[in-house]
């Protein structure tokens, strides 16, 4: 048994993070103490209704409770000296006088049934103990330390930051860290929720808890023990428990009065009949005490608690941390989901679009150029130029006196003569024409132009461009079928926004946007809806994500003020997760629902039968308190067998070792094209939009489809 409630010892068994179960002598044995005191009630009963030995029944009556009334009394001692009225005083004080009226049996029965209702709801609510149980036992107690002299077992909690750590095959991963030497393919499943194996290579991120599929590895620790991803969970959900909903405050605050009135109300409906219509004492004095257990708040108090830790827990399981209870009941109230671009509804990894030359400069010559010089800038942009050249076996040419203007761009010289790669308004001020044409295309197409000039022309403009997350459609099309409206408000260009906005159909894109403005663009939203989500993952995100009524990060990418700043953190990059975040959350506030309304109309209905003389002793325990409190748990229970919708998708087929397209006839080369926010990928003779290459029930297929024939001699087109 548990206590700390205001009204129930055994409704704060929610209370898991703080819950510590020691089993007593009698909850070792329980059942045979449960079978022992059943069989002298029965023993009571038969010999009273046989013998009519009424003193010899009442006695084994009082055996009985002997047998079943331990951790019952217990708590009713603790509970008086608390200075606390609580189900178990209610129980005990009816139990008690049931045998001045010679009801002892049905006394004796009333403990016994209710000893076995809070044995029940221990076992139910165990389940979610475990649950979280598990996840902090995720990551093992001990890691493989690398030394001078090789590795050593160590424990986990003993390992700093910095130190490397090797991961064997099929091996948990006992801290978070960075691949140092190696790639494997890990199995997330129990920290994000993502069934599918995961590649990681050098420098990508390892969460403890993981498994190790295939191939030794060495890690780099950047988390230790107390702050690994997994101990952030168990903090979230303990945190989440303490941060309570309105519900549950009314609750508990309603049931802080309620106990008391009770055993008052019972008084009256004992003492009113007889002293003042002198109706039969013994009748009303028997009414009095059914009406004391009927009235038990149990049910009432664990209605909405144990609904919302079943569901942090499961939620913690899908890879989506809550930090409060009241972002379980909040749902309710969000009618707009606001969005970041970069890094949220994309993957935030830049790749070129498109290489543009000028000046009797070819377009290899431009990438060479330009690669050479962001070859020494560490600049994402100048990375993904240097990484598409990498791919095409480009090579580079030596750069001297290289150098980087801040916020414009770098120049270097490229065999004794300069260049410069960076932005328009960098290219404006070193006063070079600019086909204005060109710059428009581009941007109406979505991308982000790098101009490549030397100190008398522009030879060239490489394109950049984002990915639209897959599973970005799925998530937009999914909220609007779920009623919720949507808007993107990002830093990004206006016409980037336009691009992504116009693939997922957002029904509203700002572009252009400070932090400050989007905290603007958040408090009009309020202003215009009934509530507002904003989802993010940057530093620029934080102001919002704390301005909006519901912050979600995404945690895959998210920077640590972003995840600070969120009310709900989805660990993984799979946008459907805030999908099974809305349907668990509105799932559990249904069945809270469902919890209050039953225990009310149950409650009233048998106080109503009671005090009009249809109820007996035996009926308000075994079916208005204990019946509807464990319909109360396991309905709560329910949360657990929800499974998710969505299934995974694995981006591996869609991942493009294309670089362009070339006709081996007439030389002409292409970019690969981009459809719905990716790369086309290659099926058979021609180029399909990757959403054909997805079966997905969420999903809108796509049947655009170009054919590989160059469009100057007709001839087939070529992929390298």
């Known amino acids: 048994m548990t206590k700390g409630s205001p009204s129930c010892s055994h409704c704060s068994a929610y209370e898991l993070g703080h819950h510590h179960h020691e089993k007593s002598f009698f909850g070792e044995y329980f059942w045979y103490f449960i079978g022992f005191s059943a069989i002298f009630i029965l023993g009571s009963i038969l010999i009273e209704f046989f013998l009519d030995y009424l003193f010899i029944s009442q006695v084994l009556a009082i055996i009985s409770i002997i047998f079943s009334c331990y951790e019952v009394i217990k708590e009713t001692i603790e509970n008086v000296k608390e200075k606390r009225i609580t189900a178990n005083l209610l129980m005990v004080i009816a139990a008690v006088a049931s045998f001045f009226i010679f009801h002892g049996q049905e006394g004796a029965t009333a403990i016994l049934l209710y000893a076995i209702a809070e044995h029940l709801e221990e076992l139910t609510t165990d389940k979610s103990r475990n649950a979280i149980r598990e996840i902090l036992e995720l990551a093992p107690d001990e890691a493989l330390v690398k030394t001078a002299g090789g590795y050593l077992n160590i424990p986990s909690k003993e390992v700093k930051a910095g130190e490397i750590i090797g991961i064997k095959p099929a091996m948990k991963v006992p801290l978070d860290g960075m691949i140092e030497k190696g790639e494997s393919y890990f199995d997330e499943s129990a920290i994000t929720g993502e069934s599918i194996p995961v590649f990681k290579e050098n420098g990508a991120e390892v969460f403890a808890g993981s498994i190790n599929s295939e191939s030794f590895v060495d890690i780099r620790v950047t988390r230790e023990s107390n702050d690994t991803v997994i101990a952030q969970i168990a903090k979230t959900i303990q945190y989440a428990q303490q941060n309570k909903s309105r519900k549950e405050k009314f609750i508990e605050k309603f049931a802080r009065y309620y106990t008391p009135s009770i055993l008052i109300a019972s008084l009256l409906v004992i003492l009113i009949p007889t002293l003042l219509f002198n109706l ?4 009303w004095f028997y009414r009095g005490l059914i009406l004391l257990v009927v009235s038990c708040p149990c049910a009432l108090t664990l209605s909405t608690p144990l609904a919302n830790v079943v569901s942090l827990t499961k939620l913690a399981k899908e890879g989506i941390l809550v930090k409060g209870n009241r972002f379980i009941e909040l749902v309710n109230d969000i009618e707009t989901f606001a969005f970041d671009k970069t890094g949220t509804l994309t993957e935030g990894k830049l790749k070129v ?28 942009i100048g990375q993904a130029i240097v990484n598409y050249a990498k791919g095409l076996r480009t090579n580079f040419y030596e750069v001297e006196d290289f150098e980087i203007i801040t916020g414009r761009g770098i120049k270097g010289y490229i065999n004794n003569e300069i260049f410069y790669a960076g932005s328009e308004k960098f290219f404006q001020e070193l006063k070079l024409e600019i086909p204005e044409t060109n710059l428009t295309d581009i941007k109406e197409n979505g991308t982000l132009p790098v101009l490549i000039g030397n100190d008398k022309t522009l030879v060239g403009i490489i394109t950049i461009r984002d990915l639209l997350r897959v599973s970005a459609p799925i998530l937009i099309k999914g909220l609007k079928e779920r009623g919720y409206s949507t808007t993107m408000i990002s830093g990004d260009t206006q016409m980037a926004c336009n691009t992504i906005g116009g693939c997922l159909d957002i029904e509203d894109v700002q572009g252009s946007l400070l932090p400050n403005q989007k905290i603007e663009q958040i408090e009009s939203i309020k202003n215009n809806s009934r509530g507002v989500a904003m989802v993010g993952d940057g530093i620029n995100d934080a102001p919002a994500l704390a301005s909006a009524d519901l912050g979600i ?61 249809f109820m007996t002793l035996w009926l308000a325990v075994g079916i208005g308190d204990m019946g509807v409190s464990l319909f109360v ?5 329910r949360i657990f067998r929800y499974k998710s919708k969505f299934q995974e998708i694995s981006t591996k087929t869609l991942e493009n070792d294309v670089k362009t397209i070339i006709c081996e006839n007439c030389k002409t080369k292409r970019i690969l094209p981009q459809h719905h926010g990716r790369d086309m990928i290659k099926q058979d003779d021609k180029l399909v939009c990757w959403r054909q290459l997805i079966d997905h029930d969420q999903l809108e297929p796509c049947e655009e489809e170009l054919p590989l024939y160059c469009p100057k001699c007709s001839k087939k087109l070529e992929i390298h």
């Open 353 to 380: 679009y498109e290489i543009r030359s000028f000046h009797d400069k070819d377009k290899e010559e431009v990438l060479k150029i330009a690669a050479s010089l962001e070859r020494l800038s560490e600049h994402p």
């Open 280 to 283: 039969n004492f013994t009748d």
């Open 633 to 637: 748990l396991l309905n709560g229970m």
């Open 553 to 613: 990060a995404i945690g895959a990418s998210a920077t640590d003020l972003t995840l600070e700043t969120a009310d709900i953190v989805i660990i993984n990059d799979d946008l459907t997760k805030l999908l099974t975040y809305i349907d668990i959350t509105k799932k559990t506030n249904k069945i809270i629902k469902q919890n209050i309304w039953t225990s009310i109309i149950v409650k009233l209905s048998f106080a109503f039968l009671t005090v009009l003389g």
